[in-house]
């Protein structure tokens, strides 16, 4: 059995610039939830997606958005990027969304 | 005032000595988890409470859903247990999702 995997591990953007991130949730879990973790805090709750569909969101604008497909791996769009977007964002995967969450080792988005 | 907020910030001890962490939340949650991060990121799941009290090998984590408050305690402590812990509190959305709200996090250093 694998656990939650990211893609990349780290990444370098510039201002302005859009960004994909990938996440393949652990075998058997059909729900997949995203954090944004900035350097000292505790991680913010992005979204969260259940078989295919958008089941949650926080407090972000539209510009974060993102995808699960049916083998219910997922991504993460973020456009216009600006220096605050620069953290570690993580996705945690689950059973179903009440099941207790399994993260994955994230990926570093530093915006220049 | 945050939802979730842990005390303390930052804890230095020494090799053997018991560890509490303090995790204190305002809302209504469904359960209570605590992760421990490392350097680097990756997030493990230590424990998921709803209730009572859990053990796994040196750590306990406790509830006290009337209180709203949790601990986690480490007993016999040793530098590899040197991380940060997190404590989160998970809602159910009305949109039947779930997000996690994470407390700020506590950086235990145990020196040998």
């Known amino acids: 059995e694998t656990g939650v995997t990211q893609s990349p591990t780290h990444l370098i953007k510039t201002r302005g610039q859009q960004v994909t991130l990938r996440c393949s949730s652990q075998?058997?879990?059909?729900?997949v939830s995203w954090y944004q973790q900035a350097l000292g805090q505790g991680p913010q709750f992005i979204f969260q997606?259940?078989?295919?569909?958008?089941?949650g969101r926080g407090n972000f604008p539209p510009r974060f958005s993102g995808l699960q497909f049916p083998n219910y791996s997922s991504e993460l769009n973020v456009n216009a990027l600006e220096l605050d977007d620069s953290a570690l964002y993580l996705c945690?995967?689950?059973?179903?969304?009440?099941?207790?969450?399994?993260f994955g080792p994230g990926t570093r988005l530093t915006v220049l | 005032k945050n939802e979730v907020e842990q005390s303390p910030q930052n804890l230095t001890a020494q090799e053997g000595e018991f560890i509490t962490i303090n995790c204190s939340y305002s809302v209504g949650i469904s359960a209570l988890h605590w992760l421990q991060q490392h350097p680097g990121g990756g997030i493990v799941s230590l424990f998921m409470l709803s209730s009572g009290k859990k053990k796994h090998g040196r750590l306990i984590a406790t509830i006290n859903i009337q209180e709203k408050h949790s601990s986690l305690h480490i007993t016999a402590s040793h530098p590899r247990d040197s991380a940060v812990y997190i404590c989160?509190?998970?809602?159910?959305?009305?949109?039947?999702?779930?997000?996690?709200?994470f407390g700020e996090g506590t950086q235990l250093t145990v020196n040998p």
């Open positions: 997606y259940y078989r295919e569909e958008e089941n």
């Open positions: 075998s058997g879990h059909n729900t």
């Open positions: 989160a509190a998970r809602k159910i959305l009305p949109t039947s999702g779930s997000r996690l709200t």
């Open positions: 945690a995967s689950s059973l179903a969304p009440p099941e207790e969450q399994f």
